[in-house]
């Protein structure tokens, strides 16, 4: 069984950082690549960015340049690095293994106030 367990999220202020982590079991993580998506309220769940199992990666244009998604294989996680935060950014961010079916974390909410 597939488990996805994200943690870093909380509240924080305009302009600060988050380190959201995204643990995976159950699968052979390496081999599958894994994505950061939010879902702000009223809104459709959206990509944040994307990496590769070879560790290519792509991102939103509302991220760019102040988001960073890596990996550690060896570790079984996926991290999403967040810099420069901006209220739009409030969201429940989710991982997503990617794969047939694919897998998804429980969430984990990120407040971006003064």
């Known amino acids: 069984q597939v488990q996805l367990v994200e943690s870093g999220g909380g509240l924080v202020q305009p302009g600060g950082s988050l380190r959201l982590s995204c643990a995976a079991s159950g699968s052979i993580f390496r081999i599958y690549a894994m994505g950061w998506y939010r879902q702000a309220p009223g809104k459709q769940r959206e990509l944040v960015a994307r990496i590769s199992s070879g560790g290519s990666t792509n991102y939103a244009d509302s991220v760019k340049g102040r988001f960073t998604i890596s990996r550690d294989n060896a570790k079984n996680t996926v991290y999403l690095q967040m810099n420069s935060l901006k209220p739009e950014d409030t969201a429940v961010y989710y991982c997503?293994?990617?794969?047939?079916?694919?897998?998804w974390g429980q969430g984990t909410q990120v407040t971006v106030s003064s």
């Open positions: 997503k293994q990617e794969r047939l079916p694919p897998y």
